[in-house]
């Protein structure tokens, strides 16, 4: 299939509606920490830009994805709607998890997309920081894979 056939929706132009469930979309994904599911959403030749490394196409954000969530263990993440224009969605978001010695973080950041046609991902520009918190500062208690809809979201939690 190629790129032309691929479709992810919703699709742009986004409105409000779209543009939320998209970033709930997203979340879902990354939440199950599976990077091949997780790189669907994304062009073939997706360009990122996570940090200082900047993976191109599909392959290398599975591999990028792969080495994540091997450090990152116990990895659960709220996104939230920033703003959204046309192709292009902000969001800002909020993810915990654990390194092999049993510390823990917080991670904050902003991310910024631009779909195709077809509602893929064809740019993601990602700024991320990080915060050690102690196990009992802990936001995030479900157990991993998909947020509860019950769950607060970051606005909700005052993140």
Do not use: C
Not at 44 to 49: E, K
């Amino acid at each position: 299939m190629n790129t032309q056939q691929e479709v992810r929706p919703p699709i742009p132009p986004f409105t409000r509606e779209t543009a939320i469930q998209k970033v709930r979309m997203a979340e879902d994904g990354w939440n199950s920490r599976d990077p091949t599911r997780v790189s669907m959403a994304y062009t073939p030749d997706s360009q990122w830009r996570n940090r200082a490394e900047f993976p191109r196409g599909r392959a290398e954000i599975v591999q990028f994805l792969t080495r994540k969530w091997e450090k990152e263990i116990e990895y659960r993440l709220i996104k939230e709607l920033w703003s959204f224009e046309d192709k292009r969605i902000a969001v800002r978001f909020a993810y915990e998890w654990r390194d092999h010695a049993d510390n823990w973080f917080r991670s904050y950041g902003n991310e910024n997309w631009e779909f195709n046609d077809n509602g893929l991902m064809q740019r993601r520009f990602a700024s991320i920081n990080d915060l050690p918190i102690k196990e009992a500062e802990r936001k995030f208690h479900w157990p991993q894979g998909r947020r509860p809809d019950d769950h607060p979201g970051l606005s909700e939690l005052g993140l």
